[in-house]
């Protein structure tokens, strides 16, 4: 069965920064992208950014764009979301996901982890 832990999550002042990690247990994965998505507080989930496990850039939503960075370390089974340059309204549960391809429905998820970030 595929798992997926993040963690990292915490309290951080505005124009902090934070990482997130996501490790994947049950199964390796070499294909497949993983996304990071956050949900805040009476919002709808919103998608954040996502990488391929097998190469090329990741991507990014406009709002989150050249403050977060997506990396990931196949040997570790881990993906990170790094946040820059944090604003309030980054608060929010951040969870990571798996799709077997882009433009797939993400179909394995982790069960978040909270990030506050207070003004």
């Known amino acids: 069965q595929v798992q997926l832990l993040e963690s990292g999550g915490g309290l951080v002042q505005a124009g902090g920064s934070l990482r997130l990690s996501c490790v994947t247990s049950g199964r390796t994965f070499s294909t497949g992208v993983m996304g990071w998505f956050r949900r805040a507080p009476g919002k709808e989930r919103e998608f954040v950014g996502a990488?391929?496990?097998?190469?090329?850039?990741?991507y990014y939503a406009d709002s989150v764009k050249g403050r977060f960075t997506i990396s990931r370390d196949n040997a570790k089974n881990t993906v990170y979301l790094q946040m820059n340059s944090l604003k309030p309204e980054d608060t929010a549960v951040y969870y990571c996901?798996?799709?077997?391809?882009?433009?797939?429905?993400?179909?394995?998820w982790g069960q978040g982890t909270q990030v506050t970030v207070s003004s």
């Open positions: 996901a798996a799709t077997q391809s882009r433009g797939r429905p993400y179909d394995t």
């Open positions: 990488i391929s496990w097998s190469g090329g850039s990741p």
